[in-house]
C-alpha cells in the first residue's frame, strides 16, 4: 500500500546549518515512516552531505539556491508548484506566509513555531492562520509558549517538546570524572564564561567544547570547532559530565531573538539521549523536562554553584549513574524524533476521519 504524500516546508539552508535545519530534516526522517515527505530546504548542491545528519530515514530533498527576494513568497512559490505536480495529505511549515497561503487555498496544514515574537508578518497573517479551517493543528515547543499563545489568540495550541535520536551506544559512567563537555553554539547566552570559570577552577579536568569555528587549546580547555552529528556521537564517548549553562538572555543564529522563555533546546534531548549525567542551569522551562532526579540544576550566572555542583558530582558515582539512567529513561519515554512524528501522523490522520 502506497503511503500519503507530505509536504514540509522550512526556510533553512544547507549553507547555513543551523538548529532549524537539524530539526526538520530529523522530523521529515521521521515522519517518512508514516508519509512520502517532501522536504523543502534551500541551498542543497552536490557538496552536501546528507549522510553527516546521521537520518534514519531520507525524505525527498526540494531545492534551489536562495535568491535576493523574501524567503516566504520563495516558499509560497515552492507551495505552489509542489501542489500542481503532486497531491498531499498535509503541509507542515514554521513559516507563517506560507501558512497562510494554504489558508487561502484551502490546503490542510499545520502550523509550527518556537517564539511568540511579534514581528510585522506575524500580526498580519497569524491570527487568519490559526482561525482557518484549513488548520490542522497549531503546534509550540514548550508549555511557556503555549500560555502565551493562549493568552494572545485564546487558543489552545499542542505542545510538543523538541526531540533527539536514540543513542544506542552505551557510554560508561566511569569511577573517575576527568572529561567535561559542551556541545553547542557559542552565541551570547550559551554560557562560554561559565565554562571558562569553571576551567580556571578545576585544573585536574579537562573542559571539551564543540562549537563555533575555532580550534585550539587554552589550557586545560580544548576547543574542537563544529563537528557534525556523526563526529559527535563518536566523541561523546569519551565525555563524563555534560554541561548546559544558558543564561538568562539568549542569543541565536543570525543574531536572532532572545527565545530564553520558550525554548525547548535540541541539545538538551541529545544529552538525556546520551546516557551521561548533565549540569544545566535551572530555567522554569528547562524544568519542563528536567528536574533533580534526571539532571543537577544550577543557577545560571552563579559560578559558585556550578562549581559546588560540579564538584559534588565529581565525587558522587551513585548520584552520576542515578541521573543519567533517569534522563536517558525519560528521553526514550516521551522525547525521540520518532515519538514526536507519530504524534504529528495521528494529528494528520484523526482530521481525515
Known amino acids: 500500500m502506497s503511503k500519503d504524500r507530505l509536504l514540509y516546508l522550512t526556510g533553512a539552508s544547507f549553507k547555513h546549518p543551523t538548529a532549524q535545519l537539524v530539526h526538520v530534516l530529523k522530523m521529515c526522517s521521521g515522519l517518512s515512516s508514516f508519509y512520502e515527505v517532501d522536504l523543502f530546504v534551500?541551498?542543497?548542491n552536490d557538496a552536501t552531505n546528507i549522510a553527516d545528519y546521521s537520518l534514519q530515514n531520507s525524505p525527498n530533498i526540494l531545492s534551489f539556491g536562495r535568491k535576493k527576494i523574501s524567503v516566504s513568497l520563495q516558499l509560497c512559490f515552492v507551495l505552489l508548484v509542489s501542489i500542481v505536480k503532486n497531491r498531499y495529505c498535509a503541509v507542515v511549515t514554521r513559516n507563517v506566509v506560507s501558512a497562510f497561503a494554504c489558508h487561502?487555498?484551502?490546503?490542510?496544514?499545520?502550523?509550527?513555531?518556537?517564539?511568540?515574537?511579534?514581528?510585522?508578518?506575524?500580526?498580519?497573517?497569524?491570527?487568519?492562520?490559526?482561525?482557518?479551517?484549513?488548520?490542522?493543528?497549531f503546534v509550540v515547543i514548550s508549555n511557556r509558549l503555549a500560555l502565551d499563545y493562549k493568552a494572545l489568540y485564546?487558543?489552545?495550541?499542542?505542545?510538543?517538546?523538541?526531540?533527539?535520536?536514540?543513542?544506542?551506544?552505551?557510554i560508561p559512567i566511569r569511577t573517575r570524572v576527568k572529561k567535561v563537555f559542551y556541545i553547542g553554539s557559542l552565541y551570547s547566552g550559551r554560557g562560554k564564561e561559565i565554562i571558562d570559570q569553571l576551567a580556571e577552577?578545576?585544573?585536574?579536568?579537562?573542559?571539551?567544547?564543540?562549537?563555533?569555528?575555532?580550534?585550539?587549546?587554552?589550557?586545560?580547555?580544548?576547543?574542537?570547532?563544529?563537528?557534525?552529528q556523526k563526529e559527535i556521537r563518536l566523541a561523546v564517548r569519551q565525555a563524563d559530565v555534560l554541561l548546559m549553562p544558558y543564561q538568562t538572555k539568549l542569543q541565536t543564529a543570525n543574531g536572532g531573538i532572545d527565545t530564553v522563555r520558550w525554548m525547548s533546546p535540541m541539545k538538551m534531548f541529545e544529552y538525556m539521549?546520551?546516557?551521561?549525567?548533565?549540569?544545566?542551569?535551572?530555567?522554569?522551562?528547562?524544568?519542563?523536562?528536567?528536574?533533580?532526579?534526571?539532571?543537577?540544576?544550577?543557577?545560571?550566572?552563579?559560578?559558585d554553584d556550578w562549581h559546588m555542583k560540579l564538584s559534588t558530582l565529581k565525587n558522587d558515582e551513585s548520584l552520576r549513574t542515578m541521573i543519567s539512567e533517569n534522563a536517558r529513561q525519560d528521553f526514550i519515554s516521551n522525547f525521540t524524533w520518532s515519538k514526536r512524528a507519530e504524534v504529528f501522523s495521528e494529528f494528520i490522520d484523526n482530521q481525515e476521519r
Open 201 to 228: 577552577r578545576n585544573q585536574d579536568l579537562e573542559f571539551h567544547i564543540f562549537g563555533g569555528s575555532s580550534v585550539y587549546v587554552d589550557s586545560n580547555v580544548i576547543y574542537h570547532g563544529y563537528k557534525s
Open 273 to 303: 539521549s546520551f546516557g551521561l549525567p548533565i549540569i544545566s542551569s535551572d530555567l522554569p522551562v528547562l524544568r519542563e523536562v528536567l528536574n533533580d532526579t534526571n539532571c543537577v540544576l544550577a543557577t545560571p550566572s552563579d559560578i
Open 104 to 137: 487561502l487555498l484551502k490546503i490542510k496544514y499545520i502550523y509550527e513555531t518556537h517564539d511568540a515574537y511579534r514581528g510585522y508578518l506575524k500580526k498580519i497573517f497569524e491570527s487568519s492562520v490559526l482561525k482557518s479551517n484549513s488548520l490542522i493543528e
Open 154 to 170: 485564546n487558543c489552545n495550541p499542542q505542545v510538543c517538546s523538541d526531540a533527539a535520536d536514540v543513542y544506542d551506544h552505551l
Open 42 to 44: 534551500f541551498d542543497k
